[in-house]
């Protein structure tokens, strides 16, 4: 009938001026969302003026992204350190400080979510060293022990069980040796291994801050001879539009007047001055319909968050799934992960490379199934559960099933720090989709299956991948981004494909391989929120039963990727062809399959790898969902008898 190619370049609007993120390999603007998301949240400013007031509004900018506690150090009137830290939220910490009054024109503050060491006051940021230096720190350092042992041997005495502190005595130490907090934050970062975004503001030097960054993001906000330091855009646009992006390997030096870069080869360089086009007050579903909409255009930075802080340099940094994520994963012999609804599909995809690229075997099953079946746990078997919200009623119980049953260790994937799900589990990789407000989730599933591949390359790392097996893998993952932004450029030509399926009332999804749970992804969502019966199946199943129901009347939606199952699936397509059935495929370019009387091509952005699939090709549906349900008329984001969190059995 007729084929709709890929657009080589976005269609849909934007929001901002396009450049590409610093250490993101993607092609993606951003600030096309409100804010860079982050899991700890980082704010500093210098100025004239009390700067205590933006250092909490920024830290009330970053709360969304979820944190156990909340700190502030600023160098007050005197020159010297005033620190205040809490646990919980940041609203603890503002009412820590109307009893406890600071001021000061210097200063940094932090919410964080525990990495190392247990959610508490002592472990909270800033951390400090002696004479009066204090640090904010995201990411993970991966040689801190090593590093802890040298500075014990050298005196120092550390107050929490953080890899933070670490960083701070070891700054604090080449200070006393340099005698210059820059070159002493430059030797620092040179020792260390791991993903990291730093500020740092000394008693000694009380006119100058220093940032630092390899894997994490940093911004810098310029304002009127006073500037400020973040992790993220949105913390700083009460009090700028113009910031510069810290590359891998940046050491800044701010002052109220100037900033000065010096790149991972100790050359100064000037990085470009971007001016925002948000603004602090702009509405949530900003220029989308729904938001629904708006979550789907958001995946390429969602997925970028997801993998900041937990790759660098082609290698995954293992401690992002917790202290003790390299010995159980080591000991792991075989996996068993469950979940509910959308994110069982995620489950249902990654079952299939932890099977054939870590060689271990994966059991999946939906959480309330599990509760009943009394299962059977192998030696060694890590138990995964996976929610966008953490309370989900039936997967909170499987855990605390689970735990009774002698599995090796457990490990959730969610969305929400603070939930039960990741309260109660030894090991946590939380995604940054930041808040699904639509009741389909969209971000949330693409983020789990980035997650759930992290968690595929450290499995393969102690199961026989050696170190270039796993930069491979790892760079697909970056690729991501760039990938799916492409995708959402098919926006238009799905818009149009979707009017074919105004009067239609059911809808057959196919896949093989890891996109057959692709296609049941595909077919809730058209159910979900338009309200037309779809269902999926194998597409090797067709012959057992469902064509059956394949006449002119029934649209049969395919995914292509091209990979070993193409030629397979080519002839389960035939099958439908040959029984009247319309088929719309979304296929690789170079898979061979060519539009026809009763075929619809729609072509998918080329070089997808079977690693990359999953999340690319559930784009286009998702899209598709979208626009039937306009068409239809329904409730997008609030779907009826739909709640976002099933927190019942």
Known sequence: MERLVCPARPSFPLVGRAFVRPGIQANWRPEQIQGLAIMCGIVGAIAERNIVPILMEGLRRLEYRGYDSAGIAVLNGSGELARLRTVGKVRMLQEALERTPATGSLGIAHTRWATHGVPSERNAHPHVSL?????????????????????????????????????????????????????????????LEGAYALAVVSEKEPDRMIAARQGCPVVIGLGVEENFVASDVAALLPVTRRFMFLEEGDVAEIRRKSVRIIDGNGDTIERPVRESELNADAAEKGQYRHFMLKEIHEQPRAIADTLQERVANGRLLEAAFGPAAAEIFKRTASV??????????????????????????????????????????????????????????????????????????????????????VRESELVMLTRAGPEIGVASTKAFT?????????????????????????????????????????????????????????????????????????????????????????????GELKHGPLALVDA?????????????????????????????????????????????????????????????????????????????????????????????????
């Open 336 to 421: 068993h992960i469950v979940a509910c609804g959308t994110s069982f599909h995620a489950a249902a995809t990654v079952r299939y490379f932890i099977e054939q690229i870590c060689r271990i075997p994966c059991a999946v099953d939906i959480a309330s199934e599990y509760r009943y079946r009394n299962p059977l746990v192998p030696p060694n078997s890590l138990f995964v559960t996976i929610s966008q919200s953490g309370e989900t009623a039936d997967t909170l119980a499987a855990l605390r099933l689970a735990k009774q049953s002698g599995y090796l260790s457990t490990l959730a994937v969610c969305n929400v720090p603070e939930s039960s799900l």
């Open 131 to 191: 004479d009066g230096l204090a640090i904010v720190h995201n990411g993970i350092i991966e040689n801190h022990e090593e590093l802890r042992a040298d500075l014990e041997r050298r005196g120092y005495r550390f107050a929490s069980e953080t890899d933070t502190e670490v960083v701070a005595h070891r700054i604090h130490h080449h200070l006393e040796t340099l005698g210059d907090l820059f070159k002493a934050v430059r030797a620092t970062v040179a020792e």
């Open 553 to 649: 009347d029934m649209p049969v939606i395919a995914v292509a990727p091209n990979n070993d199952l193409l030629e397979k699936l080519k002839s389960n397509l035939m099958e439908v062809r040959a029984r009247g059935g319309e088929l719309i495929v979304f296929a690789d370019p170079e898979s061979g399959i060519q539009p026809s009387d009763g075929v619809t091509v729609i072509e998918m952005p080329k070089h997808v790898t079977y690693f990359q699939a999953p999340a690319v090709y559930t784009v286009p549906l998702q899209l598709l969902a979208y626009h039937v349900a306009i068409l239809k008329g329904t409730d997008v984001d609030q779907p009826r008898n739909l709640a976002k969190s099933v927190t019942v059995e």
């Open 447 to 539: 983020t789990q299956l980035a997650a759930l591949s992290m968690l595929v390359v450290a499995l393969a790392r102690h199961h026989g991948a050696d170190a270039e097996r796993e930069h491979g893998l790892i760079t697909r993952l970056v690729e991501l981004p760039s990938l799916i932004e492409r995708t959402l450029a098919l926006d238009p030509v799905i818009h149009r494909l979707a009017e074919r399926f105004a009067d239609k009332h059911h809808t057959l999804f196919l896949g093989r391989g890891a996109l057959y749970p692709i296609a049941m992804e595909g077919a809730l969502k058209l159910k979900e929120i338009s309200y037309i019966h779809a269902e999926s199946y194998p597409a």
